[in-house]
């Protein structure tokens, strides 16, 4: 019986929208209490947080320590970084700066085993993630841990159909405040503005093209609703501390009820 890293995929082949809540606060107490809060997964956020990687490790730790993914959107698209997060237990990796072909070649590289790539073994704290032996990690690594690209920028926007079709690549994550932000040249963040839901469905088309899991950062439930009708299935919903504002709110409508 496989662990939590090996756990995502299987949980994304239903075909139903797979909602996770995006951490950006360090600790790893908060990060288990948020794992036992019913979702089926956790994402931590390294590259816009104080997050780093030695706190990271205790975060992924008490995520599956109750048998939920962990996610890691790592903070740039470094090799070492990389290798650091799976070694660590996460069961998909997000990396920003994927802009190109060879970029998305390099991520996958670092990513997945030979014949794929050239991740280096060692760590083994990923096999008790996995909850399997050294020769079935490095059997089923490369199918069952994740990586994704961000498409975020014009020129990622632009390059998408070839990006997608990177072998060894698992899916493609809009970042939809920073596309947003490239497709009104620096004017607004609107992520749920009709440039870009377009060019959001562009992305969708060259995800299912290739097989490709079509995820993005929706952070609210309008955010969930409209991305889900265009085809995304791997979804960012609540931040950390949203999720504290939400049980603040609901906690002072009770006591005025």
């Keep these: 019986m496989s662990g939590a890293s090996f756990a995502l995929r299987k949980r994304l082949a239903s075909?139903?929208?797979?909602?996770?809540?995006?951490?950006?606060?360090?600790?790893?107490?908060?990060?288990?209490?948020?794992a036992r809060l019913g979702f089926p997964a956790v994402a931590l956020d390294l590259?816009?947080?104080?997050?780093?990687?030695?706190?990271?490790?205790?975060?992924?730790?008490?995520?599956?320590?109750?048998?939920?993914?962990?996610?890691?959107?790592?903070?740039?698209?470094?090799?070492?970084?990389?290798?650091?997060?799976?070694?660590?237990?996460a069961a998909c990796v997000i990396a920003p700066m994927t802009n190109s072909v060879e970029q998305v070649k390099a991520l996958v590289k670092a990513a997945k085993y030979p014949p794929v790539g050239q991740r280096s073994w060692g760590g083994y704290t990923m096999l008790q993630s996995a909850g399997v032996s050294a020769g079935e990690y490095l059997k089923q690594a490369n199918h069952e841990t994740l990586v994704l690209a961000m498409i975020e920028t014009q020129e990622a926007l632009d390059n998408v159909e070839k990006i997608a079709a990177v072998p060894g690549l698992d899916g493609l994550f809009v970042g939809p405040s920073d596309l947003s932000i490239a497709l009104s040249n620096g004017a607004k963040i609107d992520r749920l503005g009709q440039g870009t839901l377009e060019a959001m469905k562009k992305v969708v088309a060259a995800a299912k093209k290739n097989n490709l899991i079509a995820a993005a950062f929706a952070g609210t439930a309008d955010g969930v609703k409209a991305y889900t009708e265009i085809g995304f299935t791997f979804l960012a919903g609540p931040t950390d501390t949203e999720l504290l504002r939400m049980g603040t709110a609901s906690f002072q409508t009770s006591l005025k009820g």
Excluded: C, K, Y
């Excluded at 075909?15 to 809540?21: D, K, Q, S, V």
């Design 15 to 34: 075909g139903e929208p797979l909602i996770f809540p995006w951490v950006g606060t360090p600790g790893a107490q908060l990060a288990g209490q948020i």
């Design 47 to 89: 590259q816009h947080s104080t997050i780093d990687m030695g706190e990271a490790a205790a975060m992924v730790a008490a995520i599956n320590a109750v048998n939920v993914p962990a996610i890691m959107r790592v903070r740039w698209n470094d090799p070492g970084i990389v290798n650091s997060a799976l070694d660590m237990g």
